[in-house]
């Protein structure tokens, strides 16, 4: 499977983005789907996951209030709407898929991330 991920951009503190994953010649429906990021000199960090069902799980705290994961399995797409942004989220983001029905109680990337699209928070 590979996916890609983009709707990432230039955005100022408080704003929102919505990133959006689709994958090309491979149906989503039986993959859970994880966003996770990686900031420059950081390590990667699990941000959401998405079952097949569409039973989300958070990884972090910090985003459960402000980052709202959904998918649409008739359009094949996975997303993730992040809202009231911060610096801190600057990142470039990556979706993954997880070979699984249910999302794992511990990050994981899964496989099939693509280049990742990149989200900066300034102002």
């Known amino acids: 499977v590979q996916l890609q991920a983009f709707g990432g951009g230039l955005v100022q503190p408080g704003g929102s983005l919505r990133l959006s994953c689709a994958a090309s010649?491979?149906?989503?429906?039986?993959?859970?789907i994880a966003w996770f990021r990686q900031a420059p000199g950081k390590e990667r960090e699990g941000v959401w996951c998405?079952?097949?069902?569409?039973?989300?799980?958070s990884y972090r705290y910090s985003e459960k209030g402000r980052f709202t994961i959904s998918r649409d399995n008739a359009i094949n797409t996975v997303y993730l709407e992040m809202n009231n942004l911060k610096p801190e989220d600057t990142a470039v983001y990556y979706c993954?898929?997880?070979?699984?029905?249910?999302?794992?109680?511990?990050?994981?990337?899964?496989?099939?991330w693509g280049q990742g699209t990149l989200v900066t928070v300034s102002s």
């Open positions: 993954g898929a997880i070979a699984r029905s249910q999302c794992p109680t511990y990050f994981t990337p899964g496989t099939g």
């Open positions: 010649g491979t149906r989503l429906n039986d993959y859970s």
């Open positions: 998405i079952s097949t069902t569409g039973r989300a799980t």
